[in-house]
């Protein structure tokens, strides 16, 4: 029998973010990159493509991720372990069902930490999420200097449930952001 088990080990990376919904991308952010998350169906596991803006010879970027909690009913607190694929292998993996999310993913400055924003794409169109890396023992911000309201614990914003939201699911998150904004 093996001690081995998800999350655990030497390659699995603790990850604490906190994350809000926003009414929109803020101007000060920075393009980034394209992503292409695929949920494979019946896993923890995601196919991750990165491709960038700003040169188009620049080869995409392939990972195969696996998100374990810390806390089942937390999304705060995940180990994360990557594994970092070449075209073959993202083709095999690719052909699996999985349920997919496309994003635009900009980077704004907020003093001397940068904050990631998801624009989503597709049936997500509309729905905006910021999140920034928190150390384990770092506070939660209070705010962002913007609009915002803070989803990190809301399980309905991590990529899985997102991916698998139904799209009544999906309407009704963007529809209640923009009745906070």
Do not use: C
Not at 55 to 82: C, H, I, M, S, Y
Not at 113 to 121: E, K, L, M, N
């Amino acid at each position: 029998m093996s001690d081995r088990v998800p999350g655990e080990g030497r390659y699995a990376r603790l990850e604490r973010e906190q994350r809000w919904r926003l009414g929109s991308v803020p101007t000060a952010a920075r393009r980034a990159v394209l992503i292409l998350d695929r949920y494979i169906v019946g896993s923890r596991l995601r196919l991750r493509r990165v491709s960038g803006f700003a040169d188009a010879t620049t080869e995409p970027t392939f990972k195969l991720g696996q998100k374990v909690r810390a806390r089942l009913d937390d999304p705060e607190v995940v180990k994360l372990t990557n594994i970092y694929l070449d075209q073959n292998e993202y083709d095999v993996f690719a052909t699996l069902a999985a349920a997919e999310l496309r994003k635009t993913r900009w980077k704004v400055a907020l003093g001397d930490r940068i904050v990631t924003v998801d624009q989503f794409h597709g049936r997500h169109h509309g729905l905006v999420l910021a999140e920034i890396e928190l150390a384990a023992n770092d506070i939660q911000l209070t705010t962002l200097g913007i609009a915002a309201f803070d989803v990190t614990h809301d399980n309905r914003y991590s990529g899985g449930a997102l991916a698998f939201a139904s799209d009544d699911e999906v309407t009704g998150l963007i529809a209640s952001g923009r009745a906070e904004s």
